[in-house]
């Protein structure tokens, strides 16, 4: 049964999209106290902030409320929940003697949007489309299932913002055509080439296949950090002083409001004062400083380069810049003028669109659900790790690579598993996902929160890194070939062969090649993204 709810989980703001069956078109649903109308141009929408509050009393507030009742520099609410859990964040804040992770308040509002907006529409035994960056690992995908399912909606779709983004644009989008869909949001920037082919059975309707995609670690929250040690370095002033670690808060409030400023006019002021100590930061900030702290961060080599990363893939599949009709811009960073004005050096100013920065995610993904196709391809490497013994560490032999089509007609890869040593009976294949190492001039850092909910701006070390780039889909289960009799060290003893099936599922076809023994035949080990 096809579905008729979506939801995009961002960063900063959260969108709830319906499916009208007799319109054959989407439509945004307000969350009552959650929701607030936010401008988009000329018109308005509804959008959840995405923010939580835990009160003292047991209580949550959720969304606007947090706005309304002046909650939201509190160090008892969260924000940029997607952000911390794309990442993986170990933080966790000590509130009213239990401690509270970015994954537990990400649950806790998502399945609160999920309730209110199911009771709404009286929803019953159908899917509900849910959405994830281009860049989003295994990990990610999995925690949206599991809040899915505690919210007691077991039957739920996931298709990448980019995607989603081409298939809500709406009227400008025609079969035929190929499309670049530009998403600078709160968390990430994802970039996505798409095909929009016709459908088979029906006239009318759209098929969305994706030709190339890349993503990159920036994001609104990364330039709010900027802003932050902008006003900072204009104050003299670091994030380990006492009197600015009680307000940090308070001013990283400011810098947001600050950049949101700078999309519209060409000044923006910010000033912030303890009402605990009197102490004062300010600072004047103008839209050419912004661009200048954007250029010194290389923001403008980062954008150029995600895009350049999905022409590529798509190049390699046949389709030229040329091709490109429109490069649809979505999310608040492509507010931004110089933003615009990079993407319309690349592309020219007639093909640049930017109608639906906030909806349009949403309400392609609730068509999605609906029943409107698309093709995509497998967005990470995917590899299995194995020890280097005379130099000692790890190397990666590649199973899946990037850009590998779904479902794969035959094998995508064959290899032979030896035993390390005499006797062993438990072989196994660690399998990782491998993503793109972000691009940086210079150590990398973060903004991050304290346990007592100040903020401060940290280095993110080499290996911290390394491993946001990786990850083990397997972990708990690394090993899963039985060798009956013990297999001898050095001996070829399993072949195997892995495929890819229209789930997005890792097959192993695994043979004992003493026995002759066929132990497992076209078995799903992990889900790809």
Wanted: net charge negative; proline share 6%.
């Amino acid at each position: 049964m096809p579905g008729r709810l979506a939801i995009d989980f961002g960063t900063s703001n959260t969108v709830v999209a319906v499916w009208d069956e007799t319109r054959q078109a989407s439509e945004l649903l307000h969350v009552p106290d959650y929701g607030r109308v936010s401008p988009q141009g000329d018109s308005q929408i509804t959008v959840v902030p995405s923010l939580i509050h835990y009160a003292g009393d047991r209580r949550r507030w959720i969304g606007n409320q947090v706005l309304q009742q002046n909650l939201y520099q509190s160090p008892r609410t969260f924000r940029w929940m997607k952000r911390y859990i794309v990442h993986r964040s170990p933080l966790k804040v000590r509130l009213d003697g239990q401690q509270l992770s970015p994954f537990d308040a990400g649950r806790d509002f998502l399945s609160s949007v999920l309730l209110f907006a199911a009771a709404e529409l009286n929803l019953g035994n159908e899917e509900v489309a849910l959405t994830a960056p281009v860049e989003a690992f295994e990990h990610y995908e999995d925690w949206l299932g599991e809040v899915a399912k505690a919210a007691g909606m077991p039957r739920f779709r996931l298709i990448d913002e980019p995607s989603a983004a081409a298939l809500g644009y709406g009227a400008p989008i025609q079969p035929g055509d190929v499309y670049l869909i530009f998403d600078f949001g709160g968390g990430t920037l994802d970039v996505a080439v798409v095909l929009i082919e016709a459908e088979a059975q029906e006239q009318n309707g759209r098929r969305c296949r994706v030709l190339g995609k890349a993503g990159a670690d920036l994001g609104g929250t990364t330039l709010d950090q900027w802003l932050f040690q902008e006003v900072l370095r204009q104050n003299r002033r670091s994030d380990a002083d006492e009197e600015v670690r009680l307000i940090s808060n308070a001013l990283l409030v400011e810098c947001e409001r600050a950049k949101e400023r700078l999309s519209f006019y060409e000044e923006a002021e910010i000033s912030v004062v303890s009402p605990e100590t009197g102490a004062a930061l300010s600072a004047q900030l103008t839209r050419r400083r912004l661009e200048e702290i954007l250029d010194e961060h290389d923001a403008y080599r980062q954008l150029d380069q995600t895009v350049r990363r999905a022409l590529n893939g798509a190049r390699e599949r046949g389709y030229q810049e040329e091709n490109i009709k429109a490069v649809l811009m979505v999310g608040g960073g492509s507010q931004i003028p110089s933003v615009q004005s990079t993407l319309r050096r690349i592309f020219g100013r007639e093909r640049v669109m930017l109608d639906h920065p906030f909806d349009a995610i949403a309400r392609g993904a609730v068509a999605f659900v609906a029943g409107v196709d698309f093709y995509d391809h497998i967005q990470h490497d995917y590899a299995i790790r194995h020890v280097q013994r005379n130099q000692g560490g790890y190397d990666y032999r590649l199973l899946v690579p990037a850009g590998t089509p779904y479902p794969t007609p035959e094998a995508v890869v064959r290899l032979t598993v030896k035993a390390a040593y005499d006797g062993q009976t438990h072989l196994g294949l660690a399998i990782f996902e491998m993503g793109q190492p972000p691009v940086s001039a210079g150590q990398p850092v973060e903004l991050v929160f304290d346990p007592s909910g100040a903020a401060r701006v940290m280095p993110v070390e080499p290996d911290e890194a390394e491993r946001r780039t990786l990850f083990w889909m397997n972990e708990g289960q690394p090993t899963f070939l039985v060798a009956d009799p013990p297999a001898q060290r050095g001996s070829p003893r399993f072949e195997v062969e892995f495929a890819v099936d229209g789930n997005k599922r890792l097959l192993l076809t695994a043979r004992d090649l003493k026995t002759g023994r066929l132990l497992y035949q076209a078995y799903p080990v992990v889900k790809l993204t």
